[in-house]
């Protein structure tokens, strides 16, 4: 079963059936900017879940993010130790963004720190091969 508020996908992401094998991530999932490995197959599962996350930027010194999007397809990771290659950023009002651990670029998913067992990755910023 999905995890707190997260359902498994529905019409609005049927467009990521395609990436699903056995109801994980049948192909490796990379950064979209520098190619770094973020997850490899069969790690994680194909979630719908609306949240809102900061356009994507690298990172730079105290830039606050100011616009962003609403999303619904979502990798769900159950350990962080799981991620091949994932930062996380400062805690902000109990999320942390995830990016590239490379290249800094993000986020490309989130985390709330009161749920120790929910990491999400979002589908559409990432690169499946």
Same mark, same amino acid.
């Given at each position: 079963?999905? *995890?707190? !508020?997260?359902?498994?996908?529905?019409?609005?992401?049927?467009?990521?059936?395609?990436?699903? *094998?056995?109801?994980?991530?049948?192909?490796?999932?990379? /950064?979209?900017? /520098?190619?770094?490995? %973020?997850?490899?197959?069969? =790690?994680? &599962?194909? %979630?719908?879940?609306?949240?809102?996350?900061?356009?994507?930027?690298?990172?730079?010194? *105290? &830039?606050?993010?100011?616009? !962003? *999007?609403?999303?619904?397809?979502?990798?769900? %990771?159950?350990?962080?130790?799981t991620?091949? =290659?994932?930062?996380?950023? =400062?805690?902000?009002?109990? $999320?942390?963004?995830? $990016? /590239?651990?490379? /290249?800094?670029? !993000?986020?490309? !998913?989130?985390? =709330? $720190?009161?749920?120790?067992?929910s990491?999400? $990755?979002?589908?559409?910023?990432?690169?499946?091969?």
């Amino acid at each position: 079963m999905a *995890e707190s !508020g997260a359902t498994p996908v529905g019409d609005d992401v049927s467009a990521f059936y395609d990436l699903v *094998e056995n109801g994980k991530n049948k192909t490796s999932i990379y /950064c979209q900017r /520098c190619r770094s490995l %973020v997850l490899s197959p069969n =790690n994680a &599962t194909l %979630v719908e879940k609306e949240f809102y996350l900061p356009y994507m930027f690298k990172k730079k010194v *105290e &830039t606050q993010p100011t616009e !962003g *999007e609403d999303l619904k397809a979502f990798w769900l %990771v159950k350990d962080m130790y799981t991620f091949d =290659n994932v930062g996380f950023s =400062n805690t902000v009002d109990s $999320i942390k963004y995830l $990016i /590239c651990a490379d /290249c800094e670029i !993000g986020p490309i !998913g989130w985390h =709330n $720190i009161t749920d120790k067992k929910s990491f999400y $990755i979002a589908v559409e910023r990432v690169r499946h091969e």
